[in-house]
C-alpha cells in the first residue's frame, strides 16, 4: 500500500461532462503530481502541486485544471469531456519539491480509470 | 520532449531467465529511476541512481546509468512468474520538479 489514496477507482461518463478525481496523498508528503496514461501516449505529465500552490505544469489541456487544498489533497477537474480523454488519471505524491525531492521517490495512488462514451 | 523511451517494448522470457530492458532519454538528469506497473494498479518504485553513479544493485535488480549515452538499462536476474509487468524508467529534472516517464517496456515471465 502506497498510502496514496484516489477516488473514484472507476467512472464512466459522457462527452461533453465534466467530472473531479480526487486524490489524498501519502502522510507527510508535500507534493502532488497527477498523470495520465493512455494506451497510444505512455504516461503524460500533466501538473504538479507542493503545499497548496503549482510549481510545474506539463502537458495539461485547458479544459484540465487542479488544485491542491490545505489539507493537502488534491482534485482535478475534467471538463468537457472528449472520447480521447478516456484514460486512467494517476496521482503521485512525494516528500518535498526542487532540492529535497531530487533523490525521493514517487509514491503511487491506483488511479482512475475515465471513460468517456 | 524530455520523455524517455524504453527498450524493447515487450519481452517475453522463460522464468529463471535474466531481463534487460534499456531506457533512452535526452536532457540532462539529476537521478534517473525505475517503477514497475502491475496491470491496471499505480506504479511501484523499485530503484533509483544518481547522475554520478554509474552501477547500482537491489536483490535481483541491476541498473546501469552512462551520462554520456543519455541511457540506462534495468537487468532482472532469475526472473519468476511473479515479476510480469511492465518497467518504467523516469528522469528527475535537475529542478527536481519534474518526473518524466518512458513509454514502458511490458514483461512476460512465462512459468
Known amino acids: 500500500d502506497s498510502g496514496v489514496t484516489q477516488t473514484p477507482k472507476h467512472l464512466i461518463t459522457a462527452t461533453g461532462q465534466r467530472v473531479t478525481l480526487r486524490c489524498s496523498p501519502r502522510s507527510g508528503d508535500l507534493s502532488v503530481y497527477w498523470y495520465q496514461q493512455s494506451l497510444d501516449q505512455g504516461l503524460q505529465f500533466l501538473i504538479q502541486?507542493?503545499?497548496?500552490?503549482?510549481?510545474a505544469k506539463g502537458n495539461i489541456l485547458e479544459r484540465f485544471s487542479a488544485q491542491q487544498f490545505p489539507d493537502l489533497h488534491s482534485e482535478l477537474n475534467l471538463s468537457s469531456l472528449e472520447l480521447g480523454d478516456s484514460a486512467l488519471y494517476f496521482c503521485?505524491?512525494?516528500?518535498?519539491?526542487?532540492?529535497?525531492?531530487?533523490?525521493?521517490?514517487?509514491?503511487f495512488g491506483n488511479g482512475t480509470r475515465l471513460t468517456v462514451t | 520532449s524530455q520523455q524517455g523511451e524504453e527498450d524493447p517494448q515487450a519481452l517475453s522470457i522463460q522464468e529463471g531467465e535474466n531481463a534487460t530492458m534499456n531506457c533512452s532519454y535526452k536532457t540532462s538528469i539529476n537521478n534517473l529511476q525505475w517503477y514497475r506497473q502491475n496491470s491496471g494498479r499505480g506504479l511501484v518504485h523499485l530503484i533509483l541512481i544518481r547522475s554520478n553513479e554509474r552501477e547500482k544493485h537491489s536483490g535481483r535488480l541491476r541498473v546501469t546509468l552512462d551520462t554520456s549515452k543519455k541511457s540506462s538499462s534495468l537487468l532482472i536476474t532469475a526472473s519468476r512468474a511473479a515479476d510480469t509487468a511492465s518497467y518504467f524508467c523516469a528522469t528527475v529534472s535537475n529542478t527536481g520538479n519534474q518526473f518524466y516517464f518512458g513509454t514502458g517496456t511490458s514483461l512476460t515471465v512465462i512459468p
Open positions: 502541486y507542493y503545499n497548496g500552490e503549482e510549481r
Open positions: 503521485a505524491s512525494s516528500p518535498g519539491q526542487g532540492i529535497a525531492s531530487y533523490n525521493s521517490p514517487l509514491h
